[in-house]
T-cell receptor, first 115, second 112 residues
């Protein structure tokens, strides 16, 4: 596609429910990142994929958060047993090279609200 | 742990009034410093990557510079359409893996 596509754009869920956020990166991009951004702050790293391999998940807050990219393209970030503190904008980014040293292109994000 | 501090938090300029935004960083082994622009409701949009002290990059009214401790984003004769939040991020040493560490941004408003 022309850019990084994320769905849904908005998600409201009840506390305790599981949610799955989808990211469709730019075609051919090998690196995929998930970030979380609070209002008025910069993005905070969650996890990184090189093709289908999850090479860094050190930013995931706890074991309720997981991510996968099974075929090296589309990625899903799953949050189990959601809590109100999980409410944030979740952003996906992709880049054409590995290692993080090139520009990453960000999607418009998924605004998650846990009520 | 990599750290990025941006200043000021907010900046108001008149159209044509040049200024600079600051990004101070602490990393063990800088592999890249990135500037992004973010408009309300949008994802960050890439502007520049700088790799070593002394490097400069320009794009239209923007020029980014880098020293061993900080980066500046100079805005020359800004226009209202330059209004946005400008984010700085660093890619630290090998122990940082591929994570970018972002600052909190500078919210720039350019009044006509």
């Amino acid at each position: 596609g022309a850019g990084v596509s994320q769905s849904p754009r908005y998600k409201v869920t009840k506390r305790g429910q599981d949610v799955a956020l989808r990211c469709d990166p730019i075609s051919g991009h090998v690196s995929l990142y998930w970030y979380r951004q609070a209002l008025g702050q910069g993005p905070e790293f969650l996890t990184y994929f090189n093709y289908e391999a999850q090479q860094d998940k050190s930013g995931l807050p706890n074991d309720r958060f997981s991510a996968e990219r099974p075929e090296g393209s589309i990625s899903t970030l799953t949050i189990q047993r959601t809590e109100q503190r999980d409410s944030a904008m979740y952003r996906c980014a992709s880049s054409s090279r590995t290692g993080g040293g090139t520009e990453a292109f960000f999607g418009q994000g998924t605004r998650l609200t846990v009520v | 742990e990599d750290q990025v501090t941006q200043s000021p938090e907010a900046l108001r300029l008149q159209e044509g009034e040049s200024s600079s935004l600051n990004c101070s960083y602490t990393v063990s082994g800088l592999r890249g410093l990135f500037w992004y622009r973010q408009d309300p409701g949008k994802g960050p949009e890439f502007l520049f990557t700088l790799y070593s002290a002394g490097e400069e990059k320009e794009k239209e009214r923007l020029k980014a510079t880098l020293t061993k401790k900080e980066s500046f984003l100079h805005i020359t004769a800004p226009k209202p359409e330059d209004s946005a939040t400008y984010l700085c991020a660093v890619l630290g040493g090998e122990t940082s893996g591929s994570r970018l560490t972002f600052g909190e941004g500078t919210q720039l408003t350019v009044n006509p």
